[in-house]
């Protein structure tokens, strides 16, 4: 496959209100229209969910209903427009581990749900037809769409960040990729739309000292704007840039999740009971 040098469009994130059930979500269109990859990062609208969970949890881990859950991923599944029973969902450690999805694991879904279930906050989709969902409340949500269609989906919270995992998804991106084998290796990532959902911002993202100088080391004084606080965009595009993404696709939603706890999931807002909304992201076959 030849891969077009300027293959996809700028990135943005436009509100779209999805579905019947009118799910809340942030996507692209032009980036569908282009190679057929449906992105979404959800807010808290259009579930089924009740109380600290209320409405679109789509986290299985936090003691709300089963039933409730399921109902709202079929939601959000009909309203993107992918089929539930083909979502796949990891087990989130705040590590760095990544997990690749390519056309030989496709032929075995139950094998790829039994290695994302033993802990993976990344997972890279090289193949078609397979939903990747990832759970945040707080936490940045990463989702990076090669020219191909192949994309990654990343969960990087203070300790994926802080370990580089969202450098290293676009490197692995970049390697896992087949068809950019034409490209150049070091001219790969720079071809990548990145995209940032909502995320606690460092006015409300106060750290450890320890913490904050960890960040300094590695991402340098623009990560701290002062002694307490941690600017986790700041740290992750300066992580993508380093890998070779080029700033100017790098597109943030500009929403800090504690700030506008109505519309999203917030941990630290809450104290701690809560629901997570998602970042998905889909590739049909063309």
Avoid at 145 to 169: D, E, M, N, Q, Y
Wanted: negative net charge; contains cysteine.
């Amino acid at each position: 496959m030849e891969v077009p040098l300027s293959g996809l469009p700028s990135p943005t994130l436009d509100a779209r209100l999805q579905g019947a059930h009118r799910i809340d979500a942030l996507t692209d269109d032009a980036l569908y229209g282009a190679v057929g990859v449906r992105i979404a990062f959800t807010g808290r609208k259009g579930g089924a969910s009740t109380g600290p969970y209320a409405a679109l949890n789509l986290g299985s881990h936090v003691s709300d209903d089963p039933c409730a859950v399921d109902e709202n991923r079929a939601r959000l599944a009909s309203a993107l427009g992918f089929p539930a029973a083909s979502l796949v969902v990891p087990h989130q450690v705040h590590g760095d581990r990544l997990v690749c999805v390519d056309d030989v694991a496709v032929r075995d879904l139950d094998g790829v749900r039994a290695d994302l279930e033993s802990g993976c906050d990344g997972v890279v989709c090289t193949a078609c037809g397979v939903p990747v969902l990832l759970n945040f409340a707080d936490c940045l949500p990463l989702v990076l769409v090669s020219p191909t269609g192949a994309f990654s989906v990343v969960h990087a919270g203070w300790r994926g960040a802080l370990a580089g995992i969202a450098g290293a998804a676009a490197r692995r991106l970049a390697r896992d990729d087949a068809a950019l084998a034409a490209v150049p290796e070091d001219e790969r990532c720079s071809l990548f739309n990145a995209y940032i959902g909502p995320y606690i911002h460092a006015a409300a993202f106060e750290t450890s000292a320890d913490v904050r100088d960890a960040f300094v080391a590695r991402f340098g004084p623009s990560v701290a704007p002062d002694e307490r606080h941690i600017d986790l965009g700041q740290a992750v595009r300066a992580d993508l840039v380093s890998a070779g993404v080029d700033p100017k696709r790098v597109c943030d939603a500009g929403i800090c999740t504690f700030d506008r706890s109505d519309e999203y999931f917030s941990y630290r807002r809450s104290g701690g009971v809560c629901g997570r909304h998602g970042a998905v992201a889909y590739r049909e076959e063309r």
